[in-house]
């Protein structure tokens, strides 16, 4: 069982915001139809690419089938109103304002679906100053102050290694679609969801605003210190570095005792409490380095399971999907595509005991599923699915 | 209106991941009684404080309710499974196996309310090797390959400077609920939902896995250049950094033309395809930086957006909270707070046209809705519940 069966979406988008949105609304049981211009979503042009289909294309729009429809046509558009019909929710990417100029945005597809879900997904969002601006995940990291937070004084910015704007504006639109359609089977009432790139990416730093709000803390680039507790970050061992978190005083006193075989640091006045240790992190890092660099990581990590303080490997990327754990945990794992054959991926994260997430098939080549929509959900028969192909309206 | 007005949460969680969740749940309209210690949700302990009330507290448990809940005593466990039978929702981030201890599982509650939806959000998840271990943001970001991947190699490793696993997994959480609770509004039925931190983080790095699968790229700080498209990243102008995201052919050649002023690029062969400015990306950026540093950001910008070229600030985090475009989108909003008095924190992402997200009322102090909840959910008198509180249960 899947909990969203029942759902229908048309999905407008492309790239990274809102194909991640619609890839979990899929994985989640929902019917996720992804209209794509002739040349497809941008993101198939993308590499690597394996016997030429885009592995990140193919990674995030799996359980998905794909529909080419042009519409920028009076018979596309006309096309796209008639599937919204019997749609819930559709998600879009545009730039502000091209589906009105397209004649597919909220208020047209209302008069033809009350009650249809509309989510546009956008830099800046469909109002303010910046709105009409294009946006993408660097622009937005930038302009969130996550760039800078990122980076060391004086040197060139360095961005968060991963998309996470992007990402963040498709769990943003994923909570807020969800909470409509909850709404939506309880009064019929359709709505419009406005999320931007810069809001999503922002509201991820709550923590650092509560800071910021009361005492005009700017955040920067931190290593790997926590400026709410001591020793909480990375410290070199002998043969690379590992992750201490002795999170609180119990865990400190432990550390000292069964791990670091120092209990006289308990007693030391530059360690006494929580904010002693922050004070003198500097010290701590040395006389603990002394220690650790005595023995390898996995030394300490024993060590440090045993006694029950927190701690970790830094891994890199590769090494984090080969961990034993993970694999455990089926976050790796293979489809079966078409053209690309066997393809690795990751898994679902969330474990759901009745109805969990499912990768129930692979990501769709461009148009795959042009006729069978056509056909099952606006009854067209053959011949005229020829005729609109050969109009290049599909 | 809410979308979710209706929904009762049992909240038992505290630090991050879980507040975040149940946080906006209540922003969405969910009826949220976070239960707590006698000394409560350890973030309370995390400064900035204001008038002696915790500024992160404050910033992740607004629309709650607080009540103080012994539940290692027989009596607060009672109150606990009472309080559960009419709610729909149960959100917890204990270290696997403490809720089975304290006899207040899934299974448990499910006895008393066979429909709950259960949610568990650990470091690692309920199952798999590293399930017991305690684990906390910066092991999740250690484990997942994020940390390494936002560091220099052979420098001390350097965390993304959000927690961004603890909101990752609050996300993930909130997703499964929103699912799990629309399967529940059809069918009647519960489930017990598992969420970990480390899944959670890699599951954010779904372009990365789709790369590494391919050819095995272990990605690596990048500082801010894009692996699939150049110009796009940071480039230093007269008086600091500016993005410029020149993303497509097209506007490669609107940039050299009307941005940069030298339309003779275009047809040099350094810079002919995307790919060839990614070969030459040190080139370019030597030329565009040699142009660039002759004004200032705010001439570059402005000339940027005239012409349609992508491109934005590198805000610090002050300037981004100040930004006019964030203000216009009401993402800083102020709250009274009992104690506190105002207090400025961030307003609400998704903009909903019909159920919008609302802050109704500020974080709780401890236990400020025991007596009230006590009284309006399981009708105890004034009697009892000062009885509750002599024998320490509340």
Known sequence: MLSLEGMRVLDLTQHLSGPYCTMILGDLGADVIKIEKHDGDDQRKLGPFVNGESSPFMAINRNKKSVTLNLKSGEGKRIFLDLAKSA????????????????????????????????????YGQTGPASQKGGFDIMAQGMTGLMDMNSE?????????????????????????LSAYIFKLKTGAGQHIDVSLVESGLALTVAEAAAYFVNGTVPKVSGTRNHLSAPYQAYRAKDGYLIVGAGNQKLWEIFCKEVIERPDWIADSRFGKVSDRIGHADDLEELIEAVLTQHEIGYWLAKMDKAGVPGGPINSYDAALRDPHMLAREMVVEVEHPKAGNVKTLGIPAKMSVTPGQIRFPAPTLGQHTDEILNTILGLQQGEIDSLRLARTI
Chains 1, 2 share one sequence.
Do not use: T
């Open 153 to 177: 004084e004086g040197e060139r910015p360095s961005k968060i290694p991963i998309s996470l704007h992007d990402i963040g504006a498709g769990l943003m639109s994923l909570y807020s679609i």
């Open 88 to 123: 819930d929710v559709v998600v879009e990417n545009f730039r502000p304002g091209i589906v009105k100029s397209l004649g597919i945005d909220y208020e047209s597809v209302k008069r033809v679906n009350e009650g249809i879900l509309y989510c546009s997904i956008s830099g």
